[in-house]
């Protein structure tokens, strides 16, 4: 089944240090988009990339970094820069060809908690 | 710039009777409109979408929405509802022109009692 898959679902780290949260999709999707979600905020874009090779950053894009050197994989690093990381990651992706609709597919997300 | 303004954070309502969900955005270009749901811990699925055409759009477990261009509305309605049906529902809307700048709304947790 094509579909998009986020690990570790759920995560714990200590403050000061960097995390990755992985995102694999065989949607065979050119976009991909990482948000964060908190409570009663809905979804904040962070970074995306219609491309191999190729990034922009989102509206809360400090903190975090990203890379896209194969199609079907856009992780995200949590810094430690980032002043509050703990938070709900959500990965999505986007069939960028033909009719561009915009119609995002996600992730099942990842909890991140920063003790 | 776009915006999404969902009036109430929780709805809560009996099995089998009838919801509404209320969506109002704000653009000065053409939008696309989505409603996402979004069940405990779990990623975002799209329940129906308005591209243009016919603005009584049906999606999927029996919703509906309506899209209403001089209210810049797009309510989200159910006749009757199940159990299942509780989760967060998410009114989202990107441009014409950069469908990359899907801007959600703050989400309405809709609670079904039996």
């Known amino acids: 089944d094509g579909g998009i898959t986020q690990s570790p679902k759920y995560l714990f780290r200590k403050e000061g240090q960097n995390v990755t949260l992985s995102c694999e999709q065989n949607l065979n999707h050119d976009a991909m988009y990482w948000y964060r979600q908190d409570p009663g905020q809905g979804l904040r874009l962070i970074y995306y990339?219609?491309?191999?090779?190729?990034?922009q950053k989102g509206d809360i894009a400090e903190g975090y970094s990203v890379s896209r050197e194969k199609k079907e994989s856009f992780p995200l690093t949590v810094t430690s820069a980032q002043k509050n990381p703990t938070a709900f990651y959500l990965c999505a992706s986007r069939n960028s060809q033909g009719a561009n609709t915009g119609e995002l597919f996600f992730g099942e997300g990842s909890r991140l908690t920063v003790l | 710039a776009q915006s999404v303004t969902q009036l109430d954070s929780q709805v809560p309502v009996f099995e089998e009777a009838p919801v509404e969900l209320r969506c109002n955005y704000s653009s000065s270009v053409s939008v696309y409109l989505f409603w996402y749901v979004q069940y405990p811990n779990q990623g975002l699925q799209l329940l129906l979408k308005y591209l243009s055409g016919s603005t009584l759009v049906k999606g999927i477990n029996g919703f509906e929405a309506e899209f209403n261009k001089s209210q810049t509305s797009f309510h989200l309605r159910k006749p009757s509802v199940h159990i299942s049906d509780t989760a967060e529902y998410f009114c989202?809307?990107?441009?014409?022109?950069?469908?990359?700048?899907?801007?959600f709304g703050t989400g309405t947790r809709l609670q079904v009692f039996p």
């Open positions: 989202a809307v990107s441009p014409l022109e950069n469908t990359d700048k899907l801007i």
């Open positions: 990339s219609q491309i191999v090779n190729d990034f």
